[in-house]
């Protein structure tokens, strides 16, 4: 898959353009300063940064800290947070558990794991949904899956583009018909196989469409002193 490319200080209406091109844009050299005030400022440039993120926060309020910690934080269920532990976490969209999900998510390395863990996956929607029966992209839009809001589609047809929100853990929170599994392990298989691997350097920052586009990475050691930081951004358009 292509990603579009910059370096250095950017251009917030280029990344837009770039993001709008290719799904995915990754700005080498971006930043190392882990307070989070350079992710914030330019989640602010390019729209309103999400402000549901409590996870853990760093100086910026408006950016959350993603990194494996010694006792990871639970979520309502009482379960481990992923990204703060050092498991692999498989490829998703955003905020699934919002009605509006954040539009765009950032991800800023601030330190890659030196062992050679936790590589970033990309899947894009446009690349995978051809893989898809049609019966199963039929389920998949239909409003059936339960969430904390009320009932949700995985896929939807915005403006004629397909868009997705998906996130296994949180669909499984609620029970699934055996129809509904067999879907999804369709749709994760499909992403699979068209799946790219990405190894962000320290002071990259990774801009991600978060309606066309998944996202994950692989696992690490959990001493790992990996660290990135997250941002996300809700359009002001809807
Ligand atoms: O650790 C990563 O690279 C990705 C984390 C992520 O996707 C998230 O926190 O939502
Ligand atoms: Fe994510």
Known sequence: MQIGSLDGPPDPPEVLSLLEQYGAVRIASFSRDESGIDLQRLATSLDTPSA????????????TRVESLADPKLDTEGLPIKSTSAVEFACHTDEFYLPEPAKIVMLQCVRPDPHGGGDTILSALPNFLPLISGETRKLLSRRAFLTDFGLTQILSRVA????????????????????VQLALEELEHSANE????????????????????????????????RLFLRARVKSSER
């Open 52 to 63: 549901e993120d409590f996870t853990v926060s760093c100086t910026a309020p408006l950016v």
């Open 160 to 179: 004629g583009e397909w868009e997705i929100r998906y996130n296994r853990d949180q669909i499984e929170r609620f029970p699934v018909t055996s129809e």
């Open 194 to 225: 068209t799946r790219c691997l990405l190894r962000l350097e320290a002071g990259d920052c990774l801009v991600l469409d978060n309606r066309t586009l998944l996202h994950g990475r692989t696992e690490f050691r959990p001493n790992s002193p």
